[in-house]
């Protein structure tokens, strides 16, 4: 459950520690522990709305992937958790940030993108992102509407601009996700680990190779990344 994005082992998550996995779609829905009994029955007719059985499976695998953290992080079994959706904009619910009741000292996040999923949880306010590695956002002139225009001109103007871009979408999207916007903070070189501290928030990003993914995760702890 251990190994870092580059096979290094990392340590195991404290209480103060947030904890990070990416996987595949397969991969989630294949876990023996995982199953979609464990959904709650909103979460089951939000599922049956989705006609594209590829998004459907992405949805679900997410999904059970972020339970499965949350039993990681806290010792409960993947069934207990009650997870829940709160839009901040329109106060609505069964869509939004997610959150577990009971537990508003616990962060949780998700995220989900062609076959990949990942999953956050810590203590406070986290986000999670991730993109297949061969994804390229864009145009830099849309870019530029969307996230700092220093920070899309160094990207755009590295050796190899593509991951760049893809590299500052993902920590944007997990800021955001995190509750914080603004400057999403200078990246690391493609297929490193890189971190870095922004106001309260650290952001870190790393690349999964064996699964051609880009991620990220922003919370106000250090972050272990795990494996299924």
Known sequence: MTDGPEGEPEPEPGPETALAVVATTPE??????????????????RLAGIRLPSRRDDVLAARLLLRLCVARATGLPPDTPAL???????GGHGHGRPYLRGRPGVGVSLSHADGLVAAAVGPGAIGVDVEPATRRPGPVHVLRRLLPDADVAEAAAS???GPALLRLWVRAEARLKAGQAGESGRTGRTGQTGQSAQGDIRLLDWTDRPRAAVAAAACATRVTIASL
Do not use: N
Not at 28 to 45: F, G, K, Q, S, T
Not at 84 to 90: D, E, I, L, T, V
């Open 28 to 45: 989630v829905l294949a876990h023996p522990d995982l199953d979609e009994a464990l959904l709650a029955p909103w979460e089951r007719r």
């Open 159 to 161: 050796p190899d601009a």
């Open 84 to 90: 829940a959706q709160r839009c901040p904009g329109c």
